[in-house]
């Protein structure tokens, strides 16, 4: 599990900042502490970090600041100008002058990497939902693993048909404009990717949820390449029913 994140609120640490951050621990003291966002601190990755550090199209933070401040640079669809924003788990990243489109998807030693994706893949994101609520007039709020709110509007609230939704199910969003493409349920059967612990990274058929408490604590029990592992349901996000609906890292 990644772990807590202490600090100030404008500075952090090099020695402080996420161990999966790609940048070198000693010979600086500071580094680019991201803004409140769509990730917290402990999931994501400031863009400066990503331009330089990820992507090595700067040398240094100053050119890349200047490189996102000149609109280069687009996440989820929309351009970013603020060199603290932060990119996490999904996130499609794009270098317009080079037509390039990447995302990021969880690797198993980097912990999240960025993959080259194609135009066609670059036009959604899949989202978990990790939170559902009822709101004014009996309509449901998502609430998504990126900070995104999207509300379904019910015709009757005591049978919400349109909204066939559970947490930890993940939805095919189209970006930017936000519409509801396709759902894969969390249940046995559909194919999953965990993205935390010590298994992040792996890709496998969910076999089993063997729930005893809460029900984020649930034990899942995954299969793939004649590979069974176990974690908990917390770290698991689905990624399709027959076939990833997303590219992932190649092996």
């Known amino acids: 599990m990644v772990r807590k994140i202490h600090g100030s609120l404008r500075h ?23 803004r409140p966002g769509p990730h917290s601190l402990a999931s994501s990755i400031p863009l400066a970090v990503v331009v330089r550090d990820l992507l090595g199209k700067a040398s240094s933070l100053s050119e890349a600041r200047k490189i996102i401040a000149e609109r280069k640079i687009a996440v989820d669809g929309r351009i970013v100008t603020d060199y603290k924003f932060p990119v996490g788990l999904m996130d499609v990243v794009e270098l317009i002058p ?22 066609g893949e670059a036009g959604f994101k899949p989202v978990r939902i990790k939170r559902k609520t009822t709101v004014k007039g009996g309509h449901i709020q998502l609430t998504f693993h990126d900070g995104r709110n999207y509300l379904v509007r019910v ?26 493409l396709d759902h894969v349920p969390f249940e046995p059967g559909v194919l999953a990717v965990v993205v935390d612990g010590a298994n992040v990274g792996f890709v496998g058929r969910i076999k089993a949820v063997n ?28 990624i399709g029913r027959e076939e990833p609906m997303i590219k992932l890292w190649e092996g």
């Not at 952090?12 to 991201?34: C, D, E, L, Q, S």
């Not at 015709?155 to 509801?180: M, S």
């Not at 809460?214 to 995954?222: C, F």
């Open 155 to 180: 015709k009757d609230p005591r049978k919400p048909v349109e909204a066939p939704y559970r947490v930890y199910d993940t939805i095919k969003l189209a970006i930017p404009r936000e519409e509801i």
């Open 12 to 34: 952090i640490r090099r020695a402080a900042t996420p161990p999966f951050w790609p940048i070198k621990r000693k010979g600086y003291v500071w580094a680019v502490k991201p």
């Open 98 to 119: 080079e037509e390039t489109v990447l995302r990021v998807v969880p690797h198993p030693v980097k912990v999240m990497t960025l993959v080259e994706i194609d135009k």
């Open 211 to 238: 729930r005893i408490f809460k029900r984020r604590n649930a034990l899942v029990e995954l299969e793939g390449d004649g590979k069974i592992v176990r974690t908990i349901l917390e770290y698991v996000f689905p």
